[in-house]
């Protein structure tokens, strides 16, 4: 899997909605080249102004994705990582995304703890997947950094390490494709269905 700033309506791409920080930005381009699919290529683009005018977290992130539906532009499939401690489940993802004009046409849950998941939506004449992950066991995806930093050296790290973005890096370079699996289930529980159904595909 490749990474990519820009989106491309063409390509085998991926919308990535994430919260207002560059962090689980460089854990997702840190990962990608651990799981097959070599056509398939995340996108993390900048937004156009205004789509995004305050920084913000949870569900609020997924008002640029209205945003860029409203303006007409392209894609068909769409990844959102967001933190445990921003929602309560599923459930209010559902609501959030009735009242904010989508028709759930469908919604498979890809995991027991309901932590993966995958939507079939419909807003207005665009019809697209929606592939969400909730990450961290609590919280947030730093309990997996620390999970993940433990299983590859065997000892637990000051909260400041799971920060630097060089020790990021590092880590999961230096990890195994099954420890990270392990560790950063629910995104990767997404990430392993992607593989499995647009390995061999091309445009």
Partial sequence: M????????????FLVVLGDGKYERRILRY??????????????????????TAKKTGLAVLESLITLLNLRYSFNR???LVDRE????????????????????SRVMLNSNKGAAIYHITHGDHE?????????RHKC?????????????GKSFDKRWIKSPRF???????????????????????LQKIEEEYRDQRI
Wanted: aromatic share 8%; charged share 30%; with cysteine.
């Fill in 2 to 13: 490749r990474f990519s700033e820009k989106l491309k309506p063409e390509d085998l791409q």
């Fill in 141 to 153: 995806i730093e309990e997996e950094l620390f999970e993940l930093a433990g299983r590859v050296y």
């Fill in 128 to 136: 697209f997947e929606l592939y969400v992950a909730l990450a961290g």
């Fill in 78 to 80: 769409v990844i959102f």
């Fill in 31 to 52: 990962i990608l080249p651990k799981f097959d699919g070599r056509n398939v290529t995340l996108s993390i683009p900048s937004l156009p102004r205004g789509v995004m």
């Fill in 86 to 105: 921003h929602i309560s489940g599923m459930d209010e993802i559902d609501e959030w995304l009735k009242e904010h004009g989508c028709v759930i046409d």
């Fill in 168 to 190: 990021i890096k590092r880590l999961i370079e230096k990890a195994g494709a099954e420890d990270i699996k392990k560790c950063l289930r629910n995104l990767s529980i997404i």
